[in-house]
């Protein structure tokens, strides 16, 4: 099969890929914060019990990842993402119909379970498949779409709220996914370049001609029995959790200093833009700078925009903060996959990547909730934000030993 000349069909695949991230991964996970203030004062409940609402989306999201490399092994990439990205928002649009916390719950069961049919692991394996060049690159753009999709919507979502109050949000958030991204999964995607008659970007490896390639890299048993597996996954977690915090925080976090819920939307807003142009950066960076240096330098980025949260006297602090995360909450993203591929290879990746996300799954499941709750035993978020940029500071150490282990490995 030859390349078609012309715009590579897999940039297609990339660009559903940020649909996907714009609509879904950001409304699901990036802005409940703008709603945290107006439901809890509703239901009469605490912060941290909003935020087990993202604990149960993670939990769902993580049973998937666990199993994916079952799931995609058996059933089409293309069909499963079909199939969940029309049944989730139907059950986002429940929320608008909520009357208690605990029908929150069981709704954001079924949208996580969804999003792990078609959210990180399954949009990772399509550009695995799609890409042998520019990995990075295709990674970082697909990725982007959570945080340009949060600089856009954020404010919009914000005002919103104020004008037509919370359960309304819901229903037209729903509405939009569901127009902007079904026709994406339904249309635009495709399992494997030779679906289209093409190569992967970048041409197929050498191979016998009409043999099949055989993929470079393991088994996820032959994973399991490596050390600096078991140590990369809870470094996975420790890192989601401390991105999903700054994430999902900045919004209250800011109101709580005294400024308007506008404002304070349009700061997470604005977190949100600086991480979409961070993911760019960050592909192109992997793919010239390689691992170690750019996944030191990307948790270097999440302790010191931590220290600046919790040192925020004033706004310059803030903003600082603002832009020093980008490169550290992209790498939840961007350089997990990369990561993976490169200590494990393409073999089995599915399989291995599904833990990875699982894992950082777990992070995202508890990562806001501890902050909550280390807010409502101090009544300020200070505390999390310094206990977070500690617990990353030990992870570029860890990381830096398993990253070691794993080239004497292949060596």
Same mark, same amino acid.
């Given at each position: ?40 004062? +509703? ?10 609402? /993202? /604990? ?112 309304? /949000? ?38 016998? +001609? ?83 240096? /750019? ?117």
């Amino acid at each position: 099969m030859e390349s078609k000349k012309g715009l590579h069909y897999g940039w297609l695949i990339v660009f559903s890929c940020f649909m996907i991230m714009s609509l879904f991964l950001c409304i699901v996970m990036n802005c409940p914060g703008l709603f945290l203030i107006s439901v809890t004062e +509703e239901f009469g409940i605490s912060r941290s019990q909003y935020t087990l609402n /993202t /604990t149960v989306i993670s939990v769902a999201m993580m049973i998937i990842s666990m199993n994916a490399g079952r799931i995609f092994s058996k059933f089409s990439v293309k069909k499963v993402m079909m199939v969940s990205s029309i049944v989730l928002p139907i059950a986002y649009f429940f929320f608008s119909k909520a009357t208690s916390i605990y029908m929150f719950y069981v709704i954001s069961a079924i949208v996580g379970l969804c999003m792990g049919l078609c959210g990180m692991v399954p949009m990772s394996t399509l550009i695995t498949r799609w890409f042998n060049e520019k990995k990075g690159l295709a990674t970082g753009l697909a990725f982007t779409g959570s945080g340009l999709g949060g600089m856009i919507l954020q404010p919009i979502i914000g005002k919103l709220i104020v004008n037509v109050g919370w359960r309304n /949000t819901y229903a037209i958030l729903a509405a939009l996914m569901f127009v902007l991204v079904v026709p994406c999964t339904v249309f635009i995607i495709k399992d494997y370049p030779s679906d289209k008659g093409l190569q992967p970007f970048g041409g197929a490896p050498k191979a016998v +001609e009409n043999a099949p390639v055989a993929e470079d890299g393991m088994t996820l048993a032959q994973a399991r029995k490596k050390a600096y597996f078991w140590m990369f996954l809870p470094l996975v977690t420790l890192s989601s959790a401390a991105a999903c915090s700054m994430v999902q925080n900045v919004s209250p976090y800011v109101t709580d200093l005294g400024f308007d819920p506008t404002v304070a939307a349009s700061l997470s807003a604005l977190s949100l833009g600086v991480l979409a142009a961070c993911k760019v950066i960050l592909g192109q960076i992997y793919d010239k700078k390689g691992s170690l240096f /750019t996944t030191v330098m990307s948790l270097t980025c999440l302790v010191a925009a931590a220290a600046c949260y919790g040192s925020a006297v004033n706004t310059a602090f803030l903003y600082a903060g603002i832009f020093i995360s980008g490169l550290g909450i992209a790498y939840t993203t961007v350089g997990y996959p990369i990561n993976t591929q490169s200590m494990f290879g393409k073999k089995d990746y599915s399989a291995i990547y599904g833990n990875v996300a699982s894992f950082s799954s777990i992070g995202t499941a508890i990562g806001s909730p501890i902050t909550s709750m280390i807010y409502d035993a101090t009544g300020s978020y200070r505390m999390a934000w310094f206990m977070w940029a500690v617990v990353n500071a030990v992870a570029i150490v860890v990381f830096i030993a398993l990253h070691k282990m794993a080239e004497k490995d292949k060596n």
